[in-house]
């Protein structure tokens, strides 16, 4: 339990809220999943996997090339390596499905 008053952070400071509210819903729930099965597959906890937070910077900037992803903060050379490709597929399916009207600006 944390000290009365207190409250758990859940991202750096100021990061958090901007994150949460710009995140990409759709998109954050199709990278859970595949988390989970990723997970599964590995018989590993899904955080070590991705991070939340990592899913949630992936559906906020929908990065559309390996060096854009690996910007994302939980992403480094290793997690790049092994699920970068994986990762820009499923955001490249994603903005499919959104049509050609999407809002979506892929850094």
Same mark, same amino acid.
């Given at each position: 339990?944390?000290?009365?008053?207190?409250?758990?952070?859940?991202?750096?400071?100021?990061?958090?809220?901007?994150v949460?509210?710009?995140?990409?819903?759709?998109?954050?729930?199709?990278?859970?999943?595949?988390?989970?099965?990723?997970? #599964?597959? !590995?018989?590993?906890? @899904?955080? &070590?996997?991705?991070?939340?937070? *990592?899913l949630? #910077?992936i !559906?906020v900037?929908? @990065?559309? &090339?390996?060096?854009?992803?690996? *910007?994302?903060?939980?992403?480094?050379?290793?997690?790049?390596?092994?699920?970068?490709?994986?990762?820009?597929?499923?955001?490249?399916?994603?903005?499919?499905?959104?049509?050609?009207?999407?809002?979506?600006?892929?850094?």
């Open positions: 339990d944390l000290p009365s008053g207190s409250v758990a952070p859940s991202f750096e400071a100021g990061q958090g809220a901007a949460a509210d710009s995140c990409d819903p759709v998109l954050f729930e199709a990278l859970r999943k595949k988390r989970k099965e990723l997970a #599964e597959e !590995a018989n590993l906890p @899904p955080f &070590t996997i991705f991070h939340d937070r *990592t949630r #910077e !559906a900037h929908h @990065p559309g &090339t390996r060096e854009s992803l690996a *910007t994302i903060h939980g992403i480094g050379a290793a997690k790049l390596e092994k699920y970068g490709d994986l990762i820009l597929e499923i955001v490249r399916q994603h903005g499919r499905k959104q049509g050609a009207g999407s809002p979506l600006k892929p850094f």
